[in-house]
């Protein structure tokens, strides 16, 4: 099971729409994924139409080890599995800073659905120091950290680059068991030079670290989420759907033991996906 953390220590950056619409492409790729909800706001469990305040699938009961995650997994929209988050985790942050050593609980909790699902994807809420994402940092295997394409990106992308390899290194994991830690540019708006050029400064400093896609800035996201399903459910077609299919694509081309061939910048174009031309700034 591969694990990835959605993650930037600023809000409202698109972590929780992307961990979504991730989560719905890479099922429709055939993957089998789970979604953990890691965020006391709990918008990935409302974007995809469950209560976070819901007192039947409380996360702190199984991240405290008095449940197993597997009694409390949920169906989400778009055929893959869903562990609720909300407002209980502000129970377990609040056990932890009473001294318990929380931050392997989520690994912990984990471990016995490693063979169940390919995909796991964590929703962090928007900090890095904390309890619960000191618990996904510690799970993953790659940092995905979701900037978006707006004025000072690149200077924020290298800022929480900074930060997340601080807080590996607090974790014990900034060497040879340090997870990867890849950049996702989001809510782009090609039409804007502004934007191209951000985009294109951003792949000359990350290089192989920035995925090629880029997510669109897209109306239909924002309704998607208020209907509770991800977009593809509510729209197959529109190009919010299809960045998110290039973007499973490229993970998938990409994970360890794939089968798929690498696609070049150009042919990855050549299929729709949103790739800046680097050499053309
Ligand atoms: N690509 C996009 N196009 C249009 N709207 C978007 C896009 N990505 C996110 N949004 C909207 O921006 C807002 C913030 O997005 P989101 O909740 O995903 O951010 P977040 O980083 O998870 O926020 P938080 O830090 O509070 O958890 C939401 O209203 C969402 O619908
Ligand atoms: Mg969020």
């Not at 989520?106 to 471990?111: E, G, N, S």
């Not at 042919?267 to 800046?276: D, H, I, K, S, W």
Request: net charge neutral; hydrophobic share 50%; with cysteine.
């Amino acid at each position: 099971m591969h694990i990835l953390a959605l993650a930037n220590q600023k809000g409202g950056c698109g972590k929780t729409t992307a961990a979504i619409n991730l989560a719905a492409a890479l099922a429709a790729h055939g993957e089998r994924v789970l979604l953990v909800d890691l965020d006391p706001q709990g918008h990935a469990t409302l974007g995809l139409g469950h209560d976070p305040a819901a007192t039947s699938a409380r996360l702190d009961t199984v991240l405290l080890g008095h449940e197993p995650a597997a009694a409390l997994l949920l169906e989400a929209p778009g055929s893959f599995t869903l562990l609720a988050g909300g407002p209980c985790l502000a129970e377990f942050e609040a056990r932890a800073e009473q001294g318990i050593d929380a931050s392997a609980a989520l690994a912990r909790a984990l471990a016995p659905l490693a063979e169940r699902y390919d995909w796991c994807v964590l929703d962090c809420p928007p900090r890095a120091d904390g309890v619960l994402t000191l618990n996904a940092l510690r799970a993953c295997d790659t940092v995905l950290l979701v900037v978006e394409t707006g004025a000072f990106a690149l200077q924020g992308a290298l800022r929480a680059r900074e930060i997340f390899r601080a807080a590996l290194e607090s974790l014990g994991r900034s060497a040879a068991n340090a997870p990867r830690l890849r950049v996702l540019a989001t809510l782009f708006d090609r039409r804007t030079r502004f934007a191209r050029e951000v985009l294109v400064a951003m792949h000359a400093r990350f290089g192989a670290d920035l995925f090629d896609t880029a997510i669109r800035s897209h109306v239909r996201l924002r309704e998607a989420a208020a209907w509770g399903l991800p977009v593809r459910e509510l729209d197959a077609s529109c190009p919010a759907a299809e960045d998110f299919d290039h973007l499973a694509a490229e993970l998938l081309e990409r994970a360890p033991g794939a089968a798929r061939a690498v696609l070049t910048p150009r042919r990855r174009r050549r299929r729709g996906a949103v790739v800046p031309r680097v050499d053309k700034p």
